[in-house]
Every structure is written in C-alpha cells, then in structure tokens.
C-alpha cells in the first residue's frame, strides 16, 4: 500500500506541476483542494479497513493534517491565486512534496503490512509478560550496583490440562524477544510452553512494567562491530566467552524460575502447564550458541535446536592462534539450522568447525536442516515483518519467501522437539528444503 499511495502522490504531483506551468498560475486554491481531497481519501482507506491503522502511517496523517489545515486557511482567506507564478516555485513545490511524502510513507515502506502465521495445533494461545531478576548477579552493563533484570514472555496453550515440555528461546544478536513469534505461536498450539527472553542490553530495546525502556549497550555493539574470528581469534574467543557468560546465565535464571513457580501453589496458568521433566531450548544466531552452550551444560535439557550459530560456548581459547575446542561429544540431541549466508562457508569460517564437524559426524542425535534460497533472517519474523531489513541486514536476498521459511522453521522444530520432548516416533525431517 504505502508503493500504491506513493506512486498516487507522484502522478497528482506530475500532473499538477505540469498543468501549473502550462496555464503559468500556481493554482494554490486547486492545490489546496486537492490537500483537503487527499486527506478525506485517506481517512477513507482506514475507515474502509484497507489501511490497517497503526504506528506506520502516524507521520503520513500528520503530513496531511497539517497540508490539510494549511489547505484551508488558503481556501478561507481567498488571495492565494494572486501571488506571481514562478516556474521555478511550481517545480521546487512538487519536488519538496514528494521527498516529505517519501519520508512519511518509509515506516509503511520498511515495514509493509502482512497476516501472521496461521497456527496448525489444535489449541488456540494466550501469553503472558513477566520480569524476573537474578539474585545472583550484578548487571555488568551499567553500574548502578543493581542485579540483573530480564524480561520475558509466555506463550502458552489456552485451556489446556495437564502439563507439557518448556521450551526457552533466545533471540539473536540484535534482536528482541518476539524475534520468532511465529514458531513461538506454532509449538503453543501444539501443547508447549514457550518462554522467549529479552536479554537486556544485548536486545534491541526492552520496556520494563515501570515503562522505561533499556535500549542496546553501545559498548556490546561495538564488540559484535568489531570482533573477527578470522583475523583475531583470541579476542574473540573472549568475547565470545563474555557473550555467552551473559545470555546462558538469562537462560539459566529463565529455567530455574520457571521450574520453581511451577511448584508453587496458586501459580499463573503457564506456569502450571509446566512439566519440568522436559526441557528444550532453541535461539537464532547468537541466542542459538547460547543455547547450544546450556545443552552441553545442562543435564536436565532434553533438545536443543540452533538456528544458524556456531558452537561459541565450546570455544575453550586459543592456542598457537587457533580455537581450542571442547573436545567431548555433544551430549543433547541438537538440531542445527542453515541458509545460504552460512551453508558454503561451515568448513572456511574458524568459529563453526564443530558445526561442520557435525555435518559428518556419525552422532546419531545430531542434526542439520539446510534452507536453500534462504538468508540469516528468513529465520525470523523479520522476514513477514520487513523484507527491506531483512535483506539489508543479511546481505542477501532470499529467492525463496519468507512464508514458506518460516514454514519449514516451524515444521521441523515441532517435529525435533515432539521426537525428543514427547517421545512421538523418530525424527526424520533433516536434509535440504
């Protein structure tokens, strides 16, 4: 809609201009009109529901109220049409018009409207928002002295009994915690507990209950800016290590709270749908490491599924300028998640040898699903949401579209976790999409 509306601007701006220089007036009480008529059309399209009323086209309705009222007081006051006409005015006029409807349309632009991902479970999902704070740690990114403080949101089957397996997601590198809404939504439908964590600090921005938001530490960009496994691989391997001590500790306080309320008497719903015999624990990128580092922890976590993210936590240092890697078998059954920005490159890019490693390893609960025509963020949300960021941020863009990936997504973790978490039959759903 908002190329539509654009394309609608250029023509009535073109046409406009073209009819000014040819009578040679300005014809501001037609201009003015036509800002009125713009405003009324508009207003039109959302009462018509074929503009989805939302934060996108907040600067577009500002744009026009304010022509509109300008518009009016021109009409009102009846003397536009006795200003000189200057071609050049006419011109700069439609130009300036169309760079200011440009800008106010970009929201819409970047971020187009799309349907959420249809839910194949048989249960409809509720949510909930909660905080929790870690008694155990100091937050390292300011220092106010205050513990560490997380956000995190519950998605769970409504009306549902008994209990189900917990999965603990953590989102990538930049990201929030509503990264990967859709598969979130698909495994509540199908009896899981999904709990999706915004890392403070390290995601984009998070609002606490108290309504402040903490935006992304600076210092942390600047290290994921920064950092080459290539080229420096000792600095890296310490910032991979401080990366890891910060996102497994959330995961850690996420499942340890989560496994404490579900014994409490009179707890909220999600947490009574809790089985705490069957834990997993997915991320995307570097909440993906993050989960393949509890996996190799964590006894008590039964699948780990990894989209796109090398094994940072195995990284032990270096030596002689190379990794020094945990040598032991992975002890979780894992599902590693590819697209094209990674498949080509697992045995040339240093920090995923394991990942590669695993590619013909004869570890019989090790797994790899390869995304053809994908890039990084066709595995998130990111995709339905902005397809201009996605590729922008990938550095690709993707042949294959963003519904049928995060289709597949969605297929093979349900089908990963219903084999190790639910005991339904064998997973046979590895290989290339």
Known sequence: MGIILLMVAFVIESALAA???????SHARLRSSIRIGALAGFAFLGVASVIEWNPRWYGLTALLL?????????LIRGKADQKDYRTGRIVSHALVSLVLAFICVTPALIF???NALATTGAYQVDTLTETYTDANRVETYNTSGENRKLNLELWYPRNATGTY?????SHGTTATRTSNASLYNELASHGYVVAAIDHTYQALFTTFPDGHTTWIDMGYVNEFATQDAHS????AAVIFQKWMTTRMGDINLVIDTILAKANEKGAATPYQLVDPNEIGVAGHSLG???ALGIGRMRPDVGAVISLEAPFMYDIQGTKDGEFVWNQEPYPTPVLNVYSDTSWSHLGEWTQYAENNALLSNTNPTAFNVYLSGANHLSLTDLSLASPFLTTALSGSQASKDAVTCLKIVNKVSLAFFDSYLKGKGSFTAAGTY
Not at 19 to 25: D, L, M, P
Not at 66 to 74: E, M, P, Q, R
Not at 232 to 235: A, G, K, T, V
Request: glycine share 6%; charged share 10%; hydrophobic share 40%.
């Open 19 to 25: 009819y000014c220089i040819t009578t040679k007036s």
């Open 66 to 74: 304010i022509w509109a009222a300008l518009g009016t007081l021109t």
């Open 112 to 114: 187009p409207a799309h």
């Open 165 to 169: 397996p917990l999965i603990v997601f």
């Open 232 to 235: 420096d691989r000792q600095q």
């Open 288 to 290: 993906g490491s993050a």
